[in-house]
């Protein structure tokens, strides 16, 4: 199976919210270099931060549930 970055973050709190979003929503996922991030976060530029990855397949479902969050965030 392969997994796509959806989403990056600086920080695992932000990382682990939407996760836990997207597992609500049955999507299989999981957070790729969290621990190198969290623990030094100063090499948060050369790794890209911390990335939310879903299936190939699950990934628009996944771009929508998060377009959707982000909008609610805002409003």
């Keep these: 199976m392969k997994f796509v970055a959806v989403k990056e973050f600086d920080d695992y709190i932000s990382a682990h919210i939407l996760m836990g979003r997207l597992k609500e929503e049955d999507i299989v996922c999981h957070l790729q270099d969290e621990n190198t991030i969290t623990t030094a976060p100063f090499l948060s530029p050369i790794f ?26 805002v409003s």
């Design 48 to 73: 890209g931060g911390i990335k939310l990855m879903v299936p190939e397949g699950q990934a628009e479902r996944a771009f929508e549930i998060l377009i959707k969050w982000e909008k609610e965030r």
